[in-house]
């Protein structure tokens, strides 16, 4: 039985085998139907070049282990001509990027194994959805948890906050690589900036914009991040399945766009939410890595407000973007805004991956139908995935493990030779104090 207060509407559990992601039980098939649809749609593509060429596509996606995305789309004036046929044209898109992107194969040759990865860890894991409620705000908190079976001592915590319009079942790569490691890993879905936004919507993209606006949103979502803690130490006192599988001294804060806002308000970000200025507090956390992420809105070009708002980060920090990392049509945000987070944030130990030609949906493997992916540029999404994972193991291995070979080899030029030509990878230490002579180390 749950323990009291924990409100689960629904429960499933599947395990992975050791050394095995979940996708690839039944790769070769999931690739095989990804080839087909990919040949499809360009076959096709004659027969819907007329509704292309007046409703101008440009879809991103968060990964999920079930397929589900959220689309972002942009408009033309003669949005109004093609109406009736919305609803296909979009179905059939994003029926093909689910095939497209659940399918799993070989990781590129070039990137050399770690203790990191590419490779899953040792650990076989446990999968389980929950419905959390939390009676004080009246809302729901949908978690998805990856969690090593039979560790041999108390996993280190890791939450993960999805985008705008995303869910709990985003980002499976991380989730179960990171959970393969030894972690204990926490998907969370907000209510209010998560798929029900998006789903049904005669407008998508107004929808996002509109739910981004609303008061609140951004303070609910660091909220759940501590209800969600205080919910696993529940389980880890109440439940018997749980007891001592959790090591809540050790936790780690990532996301992904609206997800990297909310791992930069936990890790201390100064910034104005409710009509007022805050800092959020929440000190179980010891490591954030935030992918996307940017400033507070309407400083980016006030040096002194940027100062002030990053100075509050309290924790060590990885951040990582992409060249082409623009607000996705919902914000304003450039791709040189990105790179202000790692620029000012100077109290702590902070590292910085920008990948070469990366748009904003770099980070779930994909690119946008119609641009870079189309044009056959930016980034392999496999060796995306690739890295993200294995530089992300080593951060939390050495922030929240306290592993020194990890921590070093973050800091080297063995870390930037591996990453190679994919990127620019950056570091600095503490108290703004340089890697090297140059200030910043890079690979490329």
């Known amino acids: 039985m749950p323990p009291s207060g924990l409100c689960v509407t629904k429960a499933t559990r599947r395990s992975v085998p050791k050394n095995q992601s979940p996708a690839q039980n039944n790769g070769r098939l999931q690739a095989a139907t990804a080839a087909a649809a990919l040949r499809f749609l360009f076959s096709a593509s004659s027969v819907f070049s007329v509704f292309f060429s007046r409703w101008a596509?440009?879809?991103?996606?968060?990964?999920?282990?079930?397929?589900?995305?959220?689309?972002?789309?942009?408009?033309?004036?003669?949005?109004?001509?093609?109406?009736?046929?919305?609803?296909?044209?979009?179905?059939?898109i994003l029926t093909t990027a689910v095939l497209v992107?659940?399918?799993?194969?070989?990781?590129?040759?070039?990137?050399?194994?770690?203790?990191?990865?590419?490779?899953?860890?040792?650990?076989?894991?446990?999968t389980v959805l929950f419905d959390w409620r939390d009676a004080k705000r009246d809302r729901t908190v949908p978690v998805k948890l990856y969690v090593p079976k039979s560790p041999a001592k108390p996993a280190p915590v890791v939450v993960f906050s999805h985008g705008l319009g995303g869910s709990r079942l985003a980002y499976e790569y991380l989730g179960s690589h990171w959970a393969s490691h030894g972690y204990a890993v926490i998907?969370?879905?907000?209510?209010?900036?998560?798929?029900?936004?998006?789903?049904?919507?005669?407008?998508?993209?107004?929808?996002?914009?509109?739910?981004i606006k609303k008061p609140g949103v951004a303070y609910d979502r660091l909220r759940d991040v501590s209800f969600a803690l205080d919910q696993l130490e529940r389980l880890a006192r109440d439940d018997s399945q749980y007891?001592?599988?959790?090591?809540l001294d050790r936790v780690g804060m990532s996301g992904h766009s609206f997800g990297a806002v909310t791992t930069q308000g936990i890790a201390g970000l100064s910034r104005t939410a409710l009509a007022r200025e805050f800092r959020y507090d929440e000190p179980r956390v010891k490591a954030g890595f935030a992918m996307s992420p940017s400033p507070p809105s309407g400083i980016a070009d006030n040096p002194r407000k940027l100062e002030e708002a990053f100075g509050g980060i309290r924790i060590p920090m990885l951040y990582m973007t992409g060249t082409r990392d623009d607000g996705a049509r919902i914000t304003d945000v450039t791709p040189q805004q990105r790179l202000l987070p790692y620029e000012y944030t100077k109290a702590v130990d902070c590292f910085q991956l920008v990948f070469t030609d990366g748009d904003h949906g770099v980070f779930a493997g994909v690119s946008r139908p119609g641009t870079l992916l189309r044009r056959g540029e930016g980034p392999d999404p496999k060796a995306v995935r690739a890295v993200v994972r294995t530089v992300s193991t080593a951060f939390w291995n050495a922030y929240l493990r306290g592993d020194e070979k990890a921590k070093q080899w973050l800091a080297s030029d063995e870390c930037a030779r591996w990453i190679g030509e994919m990127g620019d990878w950056k570091w600095r230490k503490a108290a703004g104090r340089a890697a090297n002579a140059d200030s910043e180390q890079q690979a490329k």
């Open 57 to 92: 596509f440009a879809i991103d996606f968060e990964k999920s282990g079930r397929g589900n995305h959220y689309p972002v789309c942009r408009e033309d004036t003669a949005m109004n001509r093609i109406a009736p046929h919305r609803s296909s044209i979009l179905s059939l």
């Open 243 to 247: 007891k001592g599988r959790f090591d």
């Open 101 to 126: 992107s659940s399918g799993q194969s070989a990781e590129p040759a070039r990137l050399a194994e770690t203790p990191y990865g590419p490779a899953p860890g040792n650990h076989e894991i446990d």
């Open 187 to 211: 998907h969370l879905q907000h209510a209010g900036s998560d798929v029900e936004v998006w789903r049904g919507a005669a407008n998508p993209l107004q929808s996002l914009r509109d739910a």
